[in-house]
């Protein structure tokens, strides 16, 4: 495994222990360009009482404005396999590369893995499982919380 993936995966795995801090979903995500954070977030939905500000939508958020080329040569790290929103908008920015600490803890990852690869983004599961532990724990005593936003 690439180390970068590494180093990078950690900083991901940083923010989502500041969310979960806070008392928030433990999701963390930081974008990449040129071996440089760009920007860095965590889902703060709970937090901001703000639907849409999952730890992607943080990151990119965080990231500021940027010119469309940036995006096009960066890659976005996610904890979690991201959700049809996130994947959407990893999309719309052509951001070409997306490194998922896991995809397993969430069912129906596989539709927006699906809709990413038929979009030219690669994926790179890292499978780590500091990922998955600290999900799994987060849902099994936050049910209500985390199902608030999944809509299952």
């Excluded at 989502?16 to 990449?32: D, H, M, Q, T």
């Excluded at 490194?99 to 979009?119: A, H, R, S, W, Y």
Aim: glycine fraction near 8%; charge should be negative; charged fraction near 20%.
């Amino acid at each position: 495994m690439n180390t970068n993936h590494t180093r990078f995966m950690n900083e991901a795995i940083k923010e989502a222990k500041i969310g979960l801090n806070e008392g928030g979903i433990p999701i963390g995500s930081v974008i990449v360009y040129k071996d440089q954070i760009i920007g860095r977030g965590h889902n703060q939905r709970v937090q901001n009482g703000n639907p849409l500000l999952h730890g992607e939508m943080d990151a990119l958020q965080n990231a500021g404005r940027l010119d469309s080329s940036i995006y096009r040569e960066s890659t976005i790290y996610s904890t979690l396999s991201p959700c049809i929103m996130c994947s959407g908008t990893i999309v719309h920015y052509k951001i070409p590369i997306l490194v998922v600490g896991e995809n397993e803890t969430v069912k129906d990852t596989t539709m927006c893995e699906d809709f990413l690869i038929d979009n030219k983004i690669e994926i790179i599961n890292m499978d780590v499982d500091e990922c998955k532990s600290m999900m799994s724990t987060f849902i099994h005593n936050n049910k209500e919380l985390w199902f608030e936003d999944i809509s299952i």
